[in-house]
Structures are given as C-alpha cells and as structure tokens.
C-alpha cells in the first residue's frame, strides 16, 4: 500500500526549519565539519529499513559531497554554504525531529 501525504506549508510554516538551518550553517563557523561526514553518516545508516523516498534523497549525497569536493568547481560561496550547511544538519542527530525516531528521523533532513 502506498500513501502519498501534501503538507500546504505557508513560508512562515518553515520558519522553524529555516532556523534549525542557519543554526547549522552558523554552528560550521565552531567546529571542524567536512562534508565527507556525511559519507561517514551513510555509511552507519541501516538503509534497508528506510523508506524507498528517503533512500532516493540519501543516493544523492555522494554527488554533493563530491561537487563541493571539486576545486575547478566555480559554485558561488552562498551555494556552496547553503550546501555545506545541509550536509551538516544531516549529520546533526538532535535537530528538530530527532534522528532517532523511528520512520520519521529523517524526515527534516
């Protein structure tokens, strides 16, 4: 059985997010991530028991990690921050729907 769920979010619904985001992007100024960490979170996900869409949106880190990884790559700074900053709150386990979650950990990511 399938079920297909729209959520009619206003910009202002998002705002959370957007938060949670630039927390992120902020938060990379105090620590030493790399987008590789992402591979790293990949590679300890039990992707068998995710669901079908989220393993098709996790396919496509390998492809970011390695464009930011590019250094012939002229992707503006604000791109590649904005990128950057989604790898990390990727890899951040306590966001705002915890990572740990059965089903749904992911689903802000």
């Not at 989604?86 to 979650?101: G, Q, R």
């Amino acid at each position: 059985m399938q079920l297909n769920v729209e959520l009619p979010l206003r910009e202002q619904d998002l705002a959370p997010f957007h938060a949670a985001w630039q927390a992120q992007v902020r938060a990379l100024r105090d620590r030493d991530f790399r987008p590789a960490d992402a591979l790293d979170l990949l590679s300890g996900l039990d992707r068998d028991s995710q669901p079908r869409w989220l393993r098709q949106r996790l396919d496509r880190v390998p492809d970011i990690v390695g464009l930011l990884a590019q250094p012939g790559w002229a992707l503006p700074e604000a791109d590649r921050a904005g990128l950057t900053g989604a790898l990390a709150y990727l890899c951040e386990a306590d966001d705002l729907i915890p990572d740990h979650e059965p089903g749904f950990g992911l689903l802000d990511d």
